[in-house]
T-cell receptor
C-alpha cells in the first residue's frame, strides 16, 4: 500500500453530468498528479498540482479541472461528461524521487 | 518530445523461465526511465527506475533493466518467472524532473503458465 487513497472506488454517470473525484496524498507529499487510463491503454497525464497551484497539464480539454487543498489532498472535476471519459482515473502523490499511485476510481459514463 | 514504445502487447512464459519485456524510448535529453507493474484491481507499483547512475538497474521481486543509450532501449528482465508475476507492465519516461509528468507506454501483459 502506498498511502494514497482515492474515492469513490467506482462511479456511474450519464452523458452531460459532472463528476468530482478525490485523492488524499501520502503524508509529506506536496505534489499530486492525475492520470486517465482508458481500457487497454497506458495512463495519460491530465495535470499536476504543486502547493495548490497547477504545475503542468496534458492534452485534456478545459472541462477537466482540478484543485489542491492546503493539506495537499486534491480533486479532479470533469464537466459535461462524454462517453469517452469512461476510464480508470489514477492519482499519484510524489516526493522528488518517485510518484506513488492510488488504486484509482473507475468512472463509467452511460 | 519524449515517448516510449513497448514492443510486445502480450508476452507468455512458463513458470521458472526467463522474462523479457522490451521497451524503446525517445528523448531529446538524458531521460529518467521507469518500469511500473499493475496487478488487476490494484494501483501502479514502481518496479525500478533509471536516473543516469548505473546502467544496470535492480528492482524489486528480482526484476532488473539495462539502460542502453546506443540502442535507446530499457528492457525489463527476470531470470525466473513466478506465477505472481502475471500482470500488466508499463515502461515510463519522465517528462521533466522526477516529480513531473510521466509518459507511459501502452503496456505489456505478462502471462505465466504453470
Amino acid at each position: 500500500e502506498t498511502g494514497v487513497t482515492q474515492s469513490p472506488t467506482h462511479l456511474i454517470k450519464t452523458r452531460g453530468q459532472q463528476v468530482t473525484l478525490r485523492c488524499s496524498s501520502q503524508s509529506g507529499h506536496n505534489t499530486v498528479s492525475w492520470y486517465q487510463q482508458a481500457l487497454g491503454q497506458g495512463p495519460q497525464f491530465i495535470f499536476q498540482y504543486y502547493r495548490e497551484e497547477e504545475n503542468g497539464r496534458g492534452n485534456f480539454p478545459p472541462r477537466f479541472s482540478g484543485l489542491q487543498f492546503p493539506n495537499y489532498s486534491s480533486e479532479l472535476n470533469v464537466n459535461a461528461l462524454e462517453l469517452d471519459d469512461s476510464a480508470l482515473y489514477l492519482c499519484a502523490s510524489s516526493d522528488y524521487n518517485e510518484q506513488f499511485f492510488g488504486p484509482g476510481t473507475r468512472l463509467t459514463v452511460l | 518530445a519524449q515517448s516510449v514504445t513497448q514492443l510486445d502487447s502480450h508476452v507468455s512464459v512458463s513458470e521458472g523461465t526467463p522474462v523479457l519485456l522490451r521497451c524503446n524510448y525517445s528523448s531529446s535529453y538524458s531521460p529518467s526511465l521507469f518500469w511500473y507493474v499493475q496487478h488487476p484491481n490494484k494501483g501502479l507499483q514502481l518496479l525500478l527506475k533509471y536516473t543516469s547512475a548505473a546502467t544496470l538497474v535492480k528492482g524489486i521481486n528480482g526484476f532488473e533493466a539495462e539502460f542502453k543509450k546506443s540502442e535507446t532501449s530499457f528492457h525489463l528482465t527476470k531470470p525466473s518467472a513466478h506465477m505472481s508475476d502475471a500482470a500488466e507492465y508499463f515502461c515510463v519516461v519522465s517528462g521533466g524532473n522526477q516529480g513531473g509528468k510521466l509518459i507511459f507506454g501502452q503496456g505489456t501483459e505478462l502471462s505465466v503458465k504453470p
